[in-house]
Each structure stands twice: as C-alpha cells, then as structure tokens.
C-alpha cells in the first residue's frame, strides 16, 4: 500500500528524528547502518522519493542518467564494455545529459541494491541504462514496477510489455545462423559451440540459433561439441583445456559465444599444440576490438555496438522529457566479418 508522505510520517515511522531521515536521504557517513536500513526500508514501502535538491523539488529533471554495468570482475576490463560506456556518454552529453557510472560487482549484494535503488529512489537520476544483467533480475524488475524509467541491454521476457520498459536486444539467432553458413559453405560438417551466460538472455538465443542452424544444414550435434562457457576469455579457455583433458575427436570448426571467448579458446588450443585454422577453424561473435589484431585475424560477426548505444541513448532521453506510451524494443543487426580464424576443408 503506497499514500503521499512526507519527511516527518517517515521519521515517526521508523522510529527516527526527522533530522536523522534527512541524513540518510543525503547520504551521510555518521548514520549508524541499521538505523539506515530501517529508514529505507519505510521510504521504499511508501514510495516515497526524497529529492536532493531545490530543482527536483520544483519537479525539474537532475538530466542525468545512471549507467549500471553488472560486472562479475571482467566486464569493465573488456574493450567491448568500455565502447558501450563511452558511445552512451558522448551520445547523452550531445543532448545535454550527464552520466553517472556504476560498475556492479555484486547484483545480490544488499549494500549493491541499496546503492542503485538510492540512486532512483533520491531522484539523483532521470532514468537508467543496464547491461550485463541476468534476463530475470529481480532489481530491474522491482524499479519497472514502481514506475521509472528503465532501458536494458539483453532481455526477453514476454508479457511484460510496460511504457517504461526499454529493452534493446542483439539479432543473435540471425548472426548465429550467419556464422554457421559460413562455415558449412567452407565444408564444415562438424561444428562445435562454446556457449555463453545461459542466466542472460544471449546465451540461450545464441544457443537457439546454433541448434537452428545446425537443423536448418541437416548436420547432427554431438553433445560432446557443446561446451559450457561465459562472455569472457577466460571461459573459453577453460572449456578447451576441459575438452582436452580426456582423449577424443575435434570438430573440424567452433563457433564462439563472443570473442573473448574465441580468444581463450585459441589460446588454449595453440598451448595444446593445434593451430588455428589449419587444426580447427574458429568463429567468435561481436567484432572485439582486438579480433581483427588478433594472430589468425578472427573471422566473426560484427554487431553495431555503437549505432545500438546512440539509439538506446536516444529513446531513454525521449522517454524521460516526453513520457513514453508503449513498450520500447530494438534489434541490433548483425554482419559476417571474413578474416583469417577459419579455412575451407574438402567435403567427403
């Protein structure tokens, strides 16, 4: 149940001076945990949005918006997230809005909630962008449902169509299906896939795509090319080294859930001894700053990060300053980027 309420109902509610509210709505250091704890706990009950400064008050916009990166220790490292960050920061200062960055190490960790739902909940932020979540987030959801304004990166959950529900997606059963045709043109009969996060919603799209594909070809999936994996290097090498350790066949090509993974993947595969295309070809997914650097070049398929960034950019503002009457959804294309990670192999 939610009514219009003010710093003093807060206070006697909590149990709280009204001095003490003001405290935590400010943020400041000398209020004891649990007495901030239970000051936001009534404050989310009620819905009650304390704002921070004089103009909020006056019911104006702070133009700023939160860019929240879920990062699991990798994320912030990888050149593809330092693109996102800067195209949304040039693309939002280009209509007079600013920025505020929080890299989420922990999604399930309360002072990590807390932090992020202050930030909504102070009005610090006109609305927020997030990238790397899990497709069912329970945070997101919960700022979704009590009204602001949220675009995210990588999510599919039909019959939750809401106004303030920006979803942009990547066309991963498309570049998926991309990268497997190419390779069967090369005569590739047996594919493998190292697979990505299957808690995000391109993990299993990408793998939807494979299987498609794979059945579109008339070509059998052997259970032991599936390997399980991440959205980092790391991953990949791990699911080789993995794959490696017990004696058996490799497929003549692999396809990579990004390329990071490509990466880790070929790094372990060179340690083993087999080179990259003339052992096994490989296929990463994303245009990595590094893959056309990379030694082979990686062939992959080249997502327009930077054209999806501007447009998510834009359609958040425009939701913000205009409000928004239907549920936002984008699709990123994709394109096939030939280099050297793959080869032609004769077909029986």
């Avoid at 991963?172 to 047996?190: C, F, I, K, M, P």
């Avoid at 990004?258 to 990463?284: C, M, T, Y």
């Avoid at 327009?304 to 913000?320: W, Y």
Wanted: hydrophobic residues 40%; proline residues 3%.
């Amino acid at each position: 149940m939610t009514k219009e309420i003010n710093s003093t109902e807060i206070a006697k509610l909590a149990g709280v001076s009204r001095s003490t509210v003001s405290r935590v709505i400010n943020n400041y250091a000398n209020v004891p945990e649990h007495t901030k704890q239970k000051v936001m706990q009534v404050i989310q009950q009620y819905n009650y949005y304390p704002n921070l400064s004089a103009q909020v008050l006056a019911g104006k916009r702070t133009r700023t918006i939160g860019l929240f990166m879920i990062d699991s220790g990798r994320v912030s490292g990888d050149s593809i997230s330092s693109l996102l960050l800067a195209r949304i920061i040039e693309s939002a200062s280009s209509q007079g809005y600013y920025v505020l960055t929080h890299i989420v190490r922990d999604v399930s960790e309360k002072e990590e909630i807390r932090t992020i739902k202050e930030s909504f909940y102070q009005r610090r932020i006109d609305g927020g962008i997030f990238i790397g979540a899990a497709n069912q987030e329970p945070l997101i959801e919960e700022l979704i449902e009590e009204g602001f304004i949220v675009a995210i990166v990588d999510q599919h959950l039909p019959g939750r169509e809401m106004p303030n529900r920006l979803v942009f997606n990547f066309d991963n059963e498309t570049g998926v299906g991309q990268a497997v045709d190419y390779l069967v043109s090369l005569g590739h009969r047996q594919i493998g896939i190292i697979n990505g996060d299957m808690n995000r919603y391109s993990g299993p799209s990408k793998l939807h795509g494979f299987q498609r594909a794979m059945a579109r070809h008339k070509l059998e999936m052997n259970p032991e090319w599936m390997l399980p994996g991440d959205f980092n290097e790391s991953s990949g090498y791990k699911a080789i080294k993995d794959f490696l350790k017990v004696d058996r066949e490799l497929p003549s090509a692999l396809f990579a859930a990004n390329d990071s993974v490509a990466f880790g993947a070929i790094r372990a595969l060179k340690e083993a001894g087999f080179r990259v295309p003339q052992h096994i070809s490989v296929i990463g997914f994303d245009d990595h700053f590094r893959s056309e650097h990379h030694r082979p070049a990686l062939t992959t398929i080249r997502i327009d990060f930077a054209g999806m960034m501007d447009q998510l950019t834009k359609t958040l503002i425009a939701a913000i300053e205009h409000g928004s009457t239907s549920t936002k959804q984008a699709t990123a294309g994709t394109a096939l980027v030939v280099r050297e990670s793959c080869q032609s192999i004769a077909i029986d």
